[in-house]
Structures are given as structure tokens and as C-alpha cells.
Nanobody, 114 residues
Framework: QVQLVESGGGLVQAGGSLRLSCAAS????????MGWYRQAPGKQRELVAH???????NYADSVKGRFTISRDNAKNTIYLQMNSLKPEDTAVYYC????????WGQGTQVTVSS
């Protein structure tokens, strides 16, 4: 059973920064892809950033240049560094891992005040 545990969300003012962490139970090498999604109230869940097992990295256009996804293989953890945050970044952020099935974390709330 794969477990993904997110942390690092919170309340921040516009222009501020947060770093999200997602710790996986076991090696992250086994996943075809890992990344971050977000869901704002009344909206569909959307991709924020992800990387594949071949190290291809993708970002949503809305976060390019502001967010950076990274990983620490030794800690089985991925991160999302979020800079220059905007109120429209407010959402629940979910960690995702694609293996035989899709795995999701429980989500962490990010709120950006104007």
C-alpha cells in the first residue's frame, strides 16, 4: 500500500513563498511519474507540476517561473517550492504518484491573502 503524506501548506500573503513536501512510503523510483495537483473551490483538480521517471518536467502555464518541483530520492520525498504566490494560487494541493494505479495524498491547504 502506497502512502503519500503532504505537509507545508498554510496561510501566506500575496508575494510570499511556501514549500510543500510529499513523503512517500518506499522508494519513489518505482513510480512512472510524481507531481502536484491542486483544486480550488468549485473548480476541477488541475496539474501544477510533475516529473516523469525519465526526468521530464512539466508545469502549468500559470505557475511557470514561480514554482519549482524537486525531489530527494534518498528521503523518498518530492517538494514544490512556490514563490511569488498569488491569491489565485489558493487551493488544496495534492501529491500524486503514478504507478500501477494513481495514488493521492490527503491534500494540504494553501491560502494566499491579497
Amino acid at each position: 500500500q502506497v502512502q503519500l503524506v503532504e505537509s507545508g501548506g498554510g496561510l501566506v500573503q500575496a508575494g510570499g513563498s511556501l514549500r510543500l513536501s510529499c513523503a512517500a512510503s518506499g522508494s519513489i523510483f518505482r513510480f512512472k511519474a510524481m507531481g502536484w495537483y491542486r483544486q480550488a473551490p468549485g473548480k476541477q483538480r488541475e496539474l501544477v507540476a510533475h516529473f516523469t521517471s525519465t526526468s521530464i518536467t512539466n508545469y502549468a502555464d500559470s505557475v511557470k517561473g514561480r514554482f519549482t518541483i524537486s525531489r530527494d530520492n534518498a528521503k523518498n520525498t518530492i517538494y514544490l517550492q512556490m514563490n511569488s504566490l498569488k491569491p489565485e494560487d489558493t487551493a488544496v494541493y495534492y501529491c500524486n504518484a503514478l504507478g500501477i494505479v494513481n495514488y493521492w495524498g490527503q491534500g494540504t491547504q494553501v491560502t494566499v491573502s491579497s
